[in-house]
Nanobody
Framework: QVQLVESGGGLVQAGGSLRLSCAASGRTFNSYAMGWFRQAPGKEREFVARINWSGTTTDYADSVKGRFTISRDNAKNTVYLQMNSLKPEDTAVYYC?????????????????WGQGTQVTVSS
């Protein structure tokens, strides 16, 4: 089992940047594929980005491609989401998720563990 704790959310102006971090407990972090999802009020949870166990394969939602970057540091048991050129429509609670496998799909139910979420608010 793994516990996930997100940090780094906050309030930023449009065009600004934030870096989210997700710290995982346990000693087998490199056996998990990781993902970031987000959920805005009144909307369904949506896929943002995913990364495989080694960090060699990444994938992004079209809405964030070219602006967001997912990465991981297995030595620190941490996955990151660098968010640049933020837009008001990026406002949401961002969740980190883990799947106990080398790779994961972009479907939220494919993931086994979730963090508590961190709020990102982008003002216009």
């Amino acid at each position: 089992q793994v516990q996930l704790v997100e940090s780094g959310g906050g309030l930023v102006q449009a065009g600004g940047s934030l870096r989210l971090s997700c710290a995982a407990s346990g000693r087998t972090f490199n056996s998990y594929a990781m993902g970031w999802f987000r959920q805005a009020p009144g909307k369904e949870r949506e896929f943002v980005a995913r990364i495989n166990w080694s960090g060699t394969t990444t994938d992004y939602a079209d809405s964030v491609k070219g602006r967001f970057t997912i990465s991981r540091d297995n030595a620190k048991n941490t996955v990151y989401l660098q968010m640049n050129s933020l837009k008001p429509e990026d406002t949401a609670v961002y969740y980190c998720a883990a799947k106990h496998a080398g790779y994961a799909s972009s479907w939220y139910r494919d993931f086994d563990y979730w963090g508590q979420g961190t709020q990102v608010t982008v003002s216009s």
